[in-house]
């Protein structure tokens, strides 16, 4: 039996609103890339449940945008001729938060693909994006694009362009697993060209296992200063199309107080950020 590609099972969580249309086109193009699944979640208070949905960017038509398939195919040409299977879920649930948990704890995914509303200061308490905390109890990668970043998937023709992949390392928590998954998602959508800068802020550079193929295409940086400041500025220096992070979630009361490091990142870097568990 052929092993199933890595990043495969997508988990796309939206509110239906044009705000996670790009985040949608990320989804549906890596799941593609992977012939697996893309499970789309909508948890909403029961009254509407199954409303909204005409609003959403069509899976067949987006495909038929990106020259995959024709104008008016019907909706089994998805899975005959891509070998994609598509998932629209609803879950009747108050709380987005534990609908979306809910659905996640039974259909395991490889990946969380999620739109960050981004918020800052008092507009962040008053009004809380869910694309972080669902991120923080996936525990599988979330890819989080924020309403400000263009992405690496063009919404109308489906292209990739992921050149500079920005991974931030450090001896707590190990980069390890999520330089794996950028080196997998990166072969997925076809950058074979893709350079990884690997960051560490700080003095001695911790030791990361490197995938055999991406090892020419590596490259070292070190650099002392603030940790959220430097990977903004590094990952502007560097054209970044992406940054790359190990997470641990929220380590201290501080943590919890202005979200963790790459939360802080999300919202100031203003590109699409893989948080992977370590």
């Not at 080196?183 to 003095?203: E, Q, V, W, Y």
Request: aromatic share 4%; glycine share 6%; hydrophobic share 50%.
């Amino acid at each position: 039996m052929q092993a199933r590609p890595p990043l495969s099972r997508v988990l796309f969580a939206t509110d239906l609103s044009h705000d996670g249309d790009l985040a949608f086109a990320h989804a549906l193009r890596i799941a593609l890339a992977g012939k697996g699944e893309l499970a789309i979640v909508h948890a909403a208070p029961r009254d509407r449940v199954g409303k909204e949905w005409e609003q959403f960017p069509r899976v067949r038509a987006s495909l038929a945008g990106w020259g995959l398939l024709p104008l008016g195919a019907p909706a089994s040409a998805v899975e005959e001729q891509l070998d994609l299977r598509v998932r629209k879920i609803d879950v009747p649930d108050p709380e987005p938060l534990h609908g979306v948990k809910e659905v996640m704890e039974r259909r395991p995914c490889d990946l969380v693909v999620l739109a960050s509303q981004a918020r800052q200061g008092v507009d962040r308490w008053l009004h809380p994006s869910l694309a972080e905390p669902i991120a923080r109890e996936a525990h599988a990668p979330s890819l989080t694009l924020p309403p400000a970043a263009t992405g690496f998937v063009d919404p109308a023709t489906g292209a990739v362009s992921l050149r500079n992949i920005l991974i931030a390392v450090d001896h707590r928590p190990s980069a390890a697993r999520a330089l794996a998954t950028a080196a997998d998602l990166a072969a997925m959508l076809g950058a074979h060209g893709a350079i990884f800068h690997l960051l560490h802020i700080g003095d001695r550079f911790p030791e990361v296992p490197v995938p055999v193929a991406i090892a020419t295409r590596v490259r070292i940086r070190q650099q002392a200063g603030a940790v959220v400041e430097t990977i903004i500025d590094t990952a502007a220096l560097i054209e970044a199309d992406l940054i790359v992070m190990a997470t641990s979630g929220h380590d201290s009361l501080l943590d919890s107080l202005r979200g963790s490091t790459a939360e802080q990142v999300l919202r100031n870097a203003g590109l699409p950020l893989l948080a992977v568990p370590a």
